[in-house]
């Protein structure tokens, strides 16, 4: 896709997503044989629930038919959310990430895995887990010293709750 409609889909299409109460995320077009695949990507503070999805992918579909920006041919669009390892890249996305566990690549190389506590305009403050019986230890990252972030799947955390049960039994 290039610059020209990548730019015009997303003034075409942001300001109806943002009137949905959602951020628009990214956009792309893919060819899938001989079709054209439209990916949007939204997201939100609170999350994006089905219903939500499907009004405003009802709203971009209704826009989309009365231009021509797609062009002539036959496309299929897809709305979506980022998933459940997104990428972290702007500032909304760590705050949305507080409390997740995120592998950072850091600039001055290496990695580190770290829940994020807390966000603010210049960087963060994580929680390093424990290794081998050692206590969690906590570290500041400022925006700078990240190259890359990704949100972790954790499927056996405890939450809060979860871990206060097993103190007080």
Known sequence: MST?????????????VTSQGLDLEEIAVDSVGRKRVLS????SDTGADLDRIADVSRALSAKLDETDAMGEGEYTLEVGTP????????HRHYVRAQDRLVRFQLTEGGELTARILTVDEAGLDVEVPGVKGRKATSRRLAFDEIAKARVQVEFNRKDS?????EEEA
């Open 4 to 16: 020209t409609q990548s730019e015009r889909l997303r003034e075409l299409l942001e300001p109806l």
């Open 40 to 43: 949007v990507v939204v997201d």
């Open 83 to 90: 998933g459940a390892e997104r990428a972290l890249t702007e």
């Open 161 to 165: 709750k979860d871990m206060k049960e």
